[in-house]
């Protein structure tokens, strides 16, 4: 969603097609199509894709009709998110970000399977592979660059969220929405116990996290079971 022009950007379901349409309905414009598209973000009038391509791929902005490519890179893009001066893009092995606009890419960090990016105060945060098979983790990096820190374990392959200082993530053994205060700049002492959100079956299966001063809102089963359930946090 992008609360500048109120519009919706989304990637067709068959991962061809970028479409964009006003949030009070009409009919949807193409943003972008016949490419392998893993991640939108839509920002300040900005419409932002990352692109697959061979063992890497394309970060393109596109502003009205016009698309100009930032940056390609090597390793899948595994998401995108963005901020008011940067671009950010988590791909198989790194964490990168870009100017929004001009192509000139930074590593921040490397690593292994790095996904669901997200963005609080001056630190990128992501999920990653950890020393289990079952389980992964979230990691977080300055915005500048720096060091990888180790935030949470035991988190499950699933989409995370931080809002208001806090951060949400998926419990890796059992079916529950969990979340924990932000870890302190530098981290230090001992972490601050994670409290459950919510504990369901219908949480088993889930394919996307939102969370805003309205609660959490999570996209949980598949097929004709698929629906989207909303959590109160307080």
Do not use: C
């Amino acid at each position: 969603v992008d609360a500048h022009d109120a519009a919706l950007a989304w990637i067709g379901n068959l991962g061809d097609v970028v479409l964009r349409v006003p949030v009070r309905g009409g009919a949807p414009t193409t943003v972008r199509d016949r490419g392998i598209f893993t991640d939108v973000a839509a920002s300040g009038g900005d419409v932002f894709v990352t692109e697959a391509r061979g063992a890497g791929g394309t970060l393109t902005r596109v502003t009205g009709t016009t698309a100009a490519q930032l940056a390609t890179f090597d390793g899948t893009p595994r998401g995108i998110v963005v901020d008011a001066d940067d671009v950010f893009v988590a791909t198989s092995s790194r964490l990168l970000s870009s100017p929004r606009t001009r192509g000139a890419v930074t590593e921040l960090a490397s690593g292994t399977a790095f996904g669901s990016p997200q963005l609080d105060d001056g630190w990128l945060y992501a999920t990653a592979a950890s020393s289990s098979p079952r389980s992964r983790m979230i990691v977080r990096v300055k915005k500048t660059g720096g060091p990888l820190e180790t935030v949470v374990t035991n988190v499950r392959d699933a989409a995370i969220a931080i809002h208001h200082g806090a951060l949400y993530w998926f419990d890796a053994d059992r079916p529950a929405l969990l979340a924990s205060a932000v870890v302190a700049d530098p981290p230090g002492g001992p972490r601050p116990a994670p409290r459950v959100v919510s504990e369901d079956p219908m949480l088993e299966r889930v394919s996307a996290l939102a969370v805003d001063d309205d609660g959490a809102f999570v996209a949980t089963g598949h097929g004709e079971a698929a629906r989207i359930v909303a959590i109160s946090i307080r």
